[in-house]
């Protein structure tokens, strides 16, 4: 409420009215919400994958121990170590994106190279769920960010082997036409209810579902994807019956070698 005193300087002492002002922040009250979310997941998606490092770095100082458990916890000790570290990097992601300062650095990038790189990324996490993994690839050039590609599909490989049974199928093809390069990664794990799907690239959005309670996350691993795959003027959609298993598939523009000279490491456009 602002009051209003003057109309002229002369009868500026005289109170003339009364002037409401009404501003909708809706947007600010979200924007607040969020924050403390925010801040809230981070300290528990943080403290969980500490809590293990620490419990069992504990263990192995002060116990004496066989090599197979020695092993068996060193082992966990560094699967905890890299989820931190993802964690972290989606943190610091997100962050970047919704200041605008996110950088991408755009080149020819050879598809193949891209999902090899992630699969090598994701043996471990594959090994451990005894995973199978299927590929189909085919030849295609895009242009873009190299690393953000690769956080694309290890987002997507990575949500597909933790949604899954142990010992699940999951599938990445590459196909597409002569304009367009497809890469779909596939799995038969949990699936996602269909009234679900609208809400799954929003920030921190997560199924609250008994079946998957227990699995960990922030809700931001889609929400990256979908960024990432917008800048490069891409698509992402999904199919999915729950309890069936779910496809997630994204759409590049494809760059043609008859038009363009692709480096080895990749050359700036
Ligand atoms: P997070 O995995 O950290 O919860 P994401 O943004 O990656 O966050 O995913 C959002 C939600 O979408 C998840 O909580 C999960 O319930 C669902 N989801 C994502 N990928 C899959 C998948 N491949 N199969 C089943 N559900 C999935």
Redesign the pocket.
Known sequence: VIRVYCKTIKDCNEHIGTLLVHRDITKEYEIANMKSEFVSTVSHELRTPLASILGFTELLLTKELKPERKAKYTQTIYNETIRLTSLINDFLDIQRMESGKQNYEKKYIDVISIVQNVIELQEINTSLHKTTLTVELENATILGDKNKIEQVFT??LS??I???PEGGNISIRIYGNEDIVSID?K?E????PEE?IPN??QKF???D?SD?RK?????????I?KEIVEVHGGKISVS?KNGK??T?STNFSRITMSTNKVNEDGATP
């Open positions: 987002n997507l949500n597909a933790k949604y899954s990664v799995d794990g949990l699936g996602i679900e799954l690239f959005y997560r199924i579902n998957r699995i960990g996350g922030t809700g931001l691993g889609l929400a994807v999915s298993g779910s997630f």
